[in-house]
Each structure stands twice: as structure tokens, then as C-alpha cells.
């Protein structure tokens, strides 16, 4: 018996299962930019510290705290130091422009202490392969904004000196009208940002990836399957051959789905994707086209390695045996095909269109397919 949950209950899992990837000091930079503008130094400080709080306590509760401790942590240390850099320099001079300075600087010296600190942290040409591909991209789409932050604050502070050095002092609606212009960009460069790091975080929950092996099966990287290529190791590929009273089934492949398998092959073919296992990959290929009273299962025959158009794959190859031919549904898939006699194709595997990856597999195939074949006629002939 499913568990009712109240329509409160019911938007608070949703919201929980939302992972936006937040930008960088949330919005503690382009708010504090914007307040300065209207509010006493000390009341914007006060501002920009209880909306940052009362973020934090929200996500908290939503369970967003632990992926976002980062940004958090970021946002608090440039709170901190644009709040010393008030309580000092404050009274320099009195006006807009001057605080939204100390803001940019408190900025820059936080940017400088985050870069520092990275380098001790995390020296170069050190690498984590354990991270995800998904956080790794968005941390590098992260460091991306940050680098266009901090060259923003550097143009918006020295556009802000020469404000005040330059303009009379009666000028004053030019120095107010510069403090907004530098509000409204901020603010339009965190948006624009923002809306672009939320497409990332789209385009990588929809994308699927392929893991990159090396020579002994262990994973050293993952390439997206949109660009299936690696230089750096194997891919892996699942291929299932159905097999019937001595006969293969094969289709004409064009050469789409692996590189360069044009010519005769089996349709059962699928890159071995992250979180997946070979033996549930052929599973599926089974359940896709196969049908029956009872439900066929892959057997895995053989594991090799083999490099085609350039790219080192990694092959797992299984096959299945089904009673009838009848029950594998060919006209399902626009796709022309048909049993050929296991003896047909080897005496013609270099005359006619075979893949290269038939050369590779049919001696072993021929062997095992033959040999069940010969053990099953002499029990049934016992």
C-alpha cells in the first residue's frame, strides 16, 4: 500500500530532488552592488548577511547544503571581508560608488584567497578521476564565471577611481548614474550566467556517458556518447548474436551506430554505458526484439579487444539461441536482414560485405554454436 503525502509534503520532495547548480557567492555580489545604491552601508551589509542566511537555512532543509558548500562558504568569506573593509574605509568617501568599491574589492580579495588556497589544496597537474563527469564540468563552468566576475570587478573598480577622480565634485548625478550602470551589469551578468549554468546542468542530466577503459577494464575516463571518442583508452561495446538451428541473424548495417561496421552484422549492437553491466545491456537488446513464452537470456562468450576506424574498443560479445526464427521480430525495425547458415558465412566471410567485427568473432562463434549444436543432437538422438 502506497503512502499518501499531504500537498505541503508533496512539493517539499520536489523540491528536494532538485539540483540546481547555484552560481558562484549566490547573490550576495550583485545585491550588495544594488543596495548601496539606496541603503546605508551598514543597513546593505545587514541586508545582503539576512537574505544569505535565510538561503542557507533553506537549503539546508532542502538537502541542497552538502553539494553547495563551496559557494556557501564563498559567499560568507566575501561578506566578511567587504564588512571589515566598511567598518574601516568607510567614511573615505561618502557616497555610492564608494561602497559598491569596497564591494568589488572584498571580491577580489576573496577571488585572490580562493586561488591561493587552491594551490596549496590542490597543486597542478594533480587529477580526480573519482569526481563525476557532471561535477566536473560544472565546477570548471563555476571557475568560468568566476574568472568573468573577477575581470568585471577589476574593469568596475578602476571605471569607479576614475569616476572619482576625475569628475568635479557637482557632478554628482554622473557619479549616481555610474553606480547604477555598475548594478545593472552585475546583475545582468549574473542572470545570464545563472540561465547558462542551469542549460549545462540540463544538458548533462539528459546526456548519457560512456566509460573509457583501459587495457586491464578499469575506468580512467568518460566521453559523452553525442561524441563517442576517446584517445586516452578502450570504449566499451555490447554485441549479441541470435542464433537458430545452425543459422545467424544479420542486417545490413550503414555504420552509424559503431565506427566503421558497414556491411553485414548483427543488430544487436549498444555502447556499455555508465552504472550498467554487459550482461543487462544484451538483456535488453533480447527484450527489444525477441518474443516468446519463456524469456530468452544472453550468454556471454567472449571478451576481446579490437580497434576499428581508429578507436580501441573493448568488446563484450554474447549470443542467444532462440527455438524458431519466427520469434525474433525482424519487421519491427525498418531494417532488411536474415538468417544466414553459419557454414554460408564462413565460406563467404571475405567475399561478401561481413564487418570487421565478424572476422574477429566468427571462428569462436562458429566453434561454440556448432559444438552446442552437435551436443544437443547427440542427447536427443540418446
Known amino acids: 500500500m ?30 550588495g552592488l544594488a543596495l548601496s545604491l539606496v541603503c546605508p552601508p551598514s ?3 545587514g541586508t545582503v548577511a539576512t537574505v544569505l542566511a535565510l538561503c542557507i537555512a533553506l537549503m539546508r532543509a532542502l538537502g541542497w547544503l552538502p553539494t553547495n558548500r563551496s559557494v556557501v562558504g564563498r559567499s560568507l568569506f566575501v561578506l566578511f571581508v567587504w564588512g571589515g573593509l566598511l567598518l574601516f574605509f568607510c567614511d573615505l568617501y561618502p557616497h555610492a560608488l564608494w561602497h559598491q568599491a569596497l564591494l568589488l574589492s572584498s ?47 577589476l574593469l568596475a573598480l578602476l571605471f569607479i577611481l576614475l569616476n572619482i577622480g576625475l569628475c568635479p565634485v557637482h557632478w554628482s548625478h554622473v557619479r549616481y548614474v555610474s553606480s547604477i550602470l555598475i548594478a545593472v551589469f552585475a546583475w545582468g551578468v549574473y542572470l545570464l550566467e545563472t540561465l547558462h549554468l542551469i542549460w549545462v546542468n540540463k544538458r548533462l542530466r539528459r546526456e548519457v556517458w560512456i566509460p573509457v577503459m583501459n587495457d586491464r577494464q578499469q575506468t580512467i575516463g568518460r566521453v559523452p556518447m553525442t561524441t563517442p571518442v576517446s584517445t586516452e583508452g578502450r570504449l566499451p561495446v555490447v ?62 562468450l567472449l571478451h576481446y579487444h579490437e580497434t576499428i576506424g581508429g578507436q580501441p574498443l573493448s568488446i563484450y560479445l554474447f549470443s542467444v539461441e532462440i527455438e524458431d526464427p519466427s520469434l525474433l521480430l525482424i519487421d519491427c525495425l525498418p531494417i532488411k536482414g536474415k538468417w544466414w547458415p553459419i557454414n554460408h558465412v564462413t565460406a563467404r566471410l571475405y567475399e561478401e560485405p561481413f564487418t570487421s567485427y565478424l572476422h574477429a568473432e566468427l571462428p569462436y562463434l562458429e566453434q561454440t554454436v556448432l559444438l552446442a549444436h552437435r551436443l544437443r543432437s547427440g542427447v536427443s538422438a540418446q
Open 43 to 45: 543597513l546593505a551589509w
Open 2 to 31: 502506497s503512502k499518501k503525502f499531504t500537498p505541503l509534503q508533496q512539493i517539499r520532495r520536489r523540491l528536494r530532488a532538485v539540483r540546481l547548480p547555484l552560481p558562484t557567492e549566490l547573490f550576495t555580489f550583485p545585491l
Open 239 to 300: 554485441r549479441l548474436i541470435a542464433t537458430t538451428e545452425r543459422m545467424i541473424y544479420l542486417e545490413q548495417n550503414s555504420g552509424k551506430r559503431l565506427p566503421q561496421a558497414e556491411g553485414y552484422d548483427t543488430p544487436f549492437i549498444a555502447w556499455l554505458t555508465e552504472g550498467c553491466q554487459p550482461e543487462q545491456v544484451a538483456q535488453e537488446l533480447i527484450d527489444l526484439r525477441f518474443c516468446g513464452i519463456r524469456r530468452a537470456r544472453p550468454r556471454f
Open 107 to 153: 571580491y577580489l580579495i576573496s577571488s585572490l584567497a580562493v586561488a591561493l588556497y587552491r594551490r596549496v589544496a590542490r597543486p597542478a597537474g594533480s587529477t580526480e578521476r573519482c569526481e563525476c563527469v557532471r561535477g566536473r564540468i560544472l565546477r570548471v563552468e563555476r571557475l568560468r564565471f568566476e574568472r568573468i566576475l573577477v575581470v568585471f570587478s
